[in-house]
């Protein structure tokens, strides 16, 4: 049971993610995007960061990096796969999660400690929270507005798909706890067969009490543990 985590260039977070992993019992390995084949992986993580500089725009490409093929090889398997902020605008770049990340509302880099509610527990990521349970995890971004087309995010939210949403102390939703002006505080989504997360917030930033927060890692043990339920 393996997990990889891809280094694009300008990646960052990416050890940190292995730490995260391998705290949790999840034995993982760092991967260069150039890495054509991950038929030795279990489960893929597309770690933070700013792969080639955000040019043209964040995620837009490292979409093309080999490694992706095999990324959609094993989504489409039904593998467990995580993009966590830079990664999951890739995730969306590469169109295996629908929407997109636009400019936060303030037009700044934002970077703080954010309340998540969980919404959806029946995910290999989720299962160890409570539904409604609030969490504190830190956010590190410019790019982290969660956008869709209405019929996209109606679809969305119809199916459950949306896994965290930005919210206060207790729960309550508002604009006063959006940080980016992502639309429906959406923080996190599946895809439709829930297996291929994406979420702006940085749990593996919040995985020991020194940190401030533990909070992120019931995440990566849910991994682990349906890691192990599938062999
Ligand atoms: N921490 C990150 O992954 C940063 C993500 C992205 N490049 C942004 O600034 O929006």
Redesign the pocket.
């Given at each position: 049971m393996k997990v990889a985590v891809v280094q694009f260039p300008g990646s960052?977070c990416d050890r940190d993610k292995v730490w995260a992993l391998e705290r949790a019992g999840v034995k993982a390995e760092l991967v260069w995007h150039t890495e054509t084949d991950l038929s030795g992986f279990e489960a893929v993580v597309l770690p933070?960061?700013?792969s080639y500089g955000?040019y043209l725009r964040?995620g837009a490409l490292a979409k093309f990096s080999p490694v992706m093929q095999e990324v959609r090889r094993l989504a489409e398997r039904g593998h467990p796969v995580i993009g966590i902020?830079?990664g999951f605008?890739v995730l969306t770049e590469a169109g295996l999660l629908p929407g997109a990340l636009l400019a936060n509302t303030c037009l700044h880099?934002v970077c703080k400690e954010v309340f998540l509610r969980v919404e959806r527990t029946d995910t290999p990521f989720t299962h160890l929270y409570q539904a409604g349970e609030v969490l504190r995890i830190p956010i590190?971004?410019?790019?982290?507005r969660y956008y869709a087309d209405p019929e996209t995010l109606a679809r969305l939210e119809d199916q459950g798909q949306v896994v965290f949403r930005y919210a206060g102390p207790n729960g309550e939703l508002g604009e006063a706890h959006n940080p980016n002006g992502s639309l429906n505080h959406i923080a996190g989504i599946v895809n439709e067969r829930g297996n291929v997360l994406g979420m702006m917030p940085h749990p593996e930033r919040a995985v020991e009490a020194a940190l401030g927060s533990e909070d992120g890692s019931r995440l990566f043990q849910a991994l682990r543990m349906s890691l192990e339920v599938v062999g």
């Open positions: 960052n933070g960061g700013f955000d964040s902020c830079n605008q880099f590190a971004h410019g790019d982290g």
